[in-house]
């Protein structure tokens, strides 16, 4: 209740009530300790009389700053056993969780890693090669061949269990404890869904559960839009590390220890 009041004062008892779900008698009962404890000061509201306005005591602003101390010495304490890429990966999985419980209502997306390779796939991988007129383009076979081999790993993404989206994760044997990251696609009427993030998410998690360094990438200058997540999601300018014909960008993301 103090950081509430504290985050947005001053804060009124209906809101208060609004925002913590609370009912009104056990509102009233903690602001009338809270207010003998001399941590939430009272006035009356000059919009409206019947309304009190909430806001922190000097006493309650300590108590508040001393609440969020101990609060991120215990954060401290669970995060600091863990190893970088598990840090990587919590802070993923913690982005995932957010995009979930954003507060627009949303259809439902799961995220799925493909044991082999479907038509579901194939067709998205199709409708890929299409939009950014790829040259090098690998065929059904290929593509089947290298998830058999374990050198092509796919995620598929499904709005309203209908996929939408992939994402893929290829070895990279020129550069040590590196993957590249391929074939990002999100089919246009399923964009603005943070279908992206989600599937980088879930590639990054699982090339650092294997022990990978670093996420590769290459792209175009006129994929603003792509370049755009890239950055936000960490990937950084780096020289060029293969023969693609067609990138003019090259990033890369560091994941792992």
């Known amino acids: 209740m103090l950081y509430e009041v504290g985050s947005k004062p001053p804060q009124t008892v209906s809101s208060l009530r609004r925002t913590l779900s609370l009912d009104a008698g056990y509102i009233s009962r ?19 009389g019947r309304e009190k306005l909430l ?13 969020n101390e101990k609060a991120s010495r215990q954060i401290e304490r669970l995060l600091e056993p863990l190893s970088r890429s598990q840090r990587v990966a919590l802070v993923g999985s913690l982005a995932r969780v957010r995009s979930i419980l954003s507060t627009a209502p949303k259809p439902p997306i799961k995220v799925i890693r493909l044991g082999e390779v479907d ?39 499904y709005l309203q269990e209908k996929a939408v989206g992939c994402v893929a994760l290829r070895t990279l044997p020129s550069i040590p404890f590196a993957g590249e990251c391929k074939r990002l696609y999100v089919q246009p009427m399923a964009r603005g869904n943070g279908i992206a993030n989600l599937l980088l998410g ?29 950055r936000k999601r960490g990937y950084r300018s780096c020289k060029r590390y293969n023969d693609n014909p067609q990138a003019t960008v090259f990033l890369r993301k560091r994941i792992g220890t």
């Open 30 to 48: 903690l602001l009338t300790l809270l207010t003998r404890r001399n941590l939430i000061c009272h006035a009356v509201s000059k919009n409206d």
């Open 55 to 67: 806001t922190l005591s000097p006493s309650g602003e300590q108590t508040l700053a001393e609440l």
């Open 119 to 157: 038509d579901d796939a194939l067709r998205l991988l199709s409708e890929y090669y299409d939009a950014v007129s790829v040259v090098q383009r690998d065929t059904p076979g290929e593509i089947r061949k290298m998830t058999r081999h374990k050198a092509l790993v796919i995620w598929l993404a």
């Open 202 to 230: 879930d590639l990054e998690a699982f090339a650092c559960s294997k022990g990978l360094r670093w996420v590769y990438l290459d792209t175009k200058d006129d994929l603003k839009t792509a370049i755009a997540v890239y």
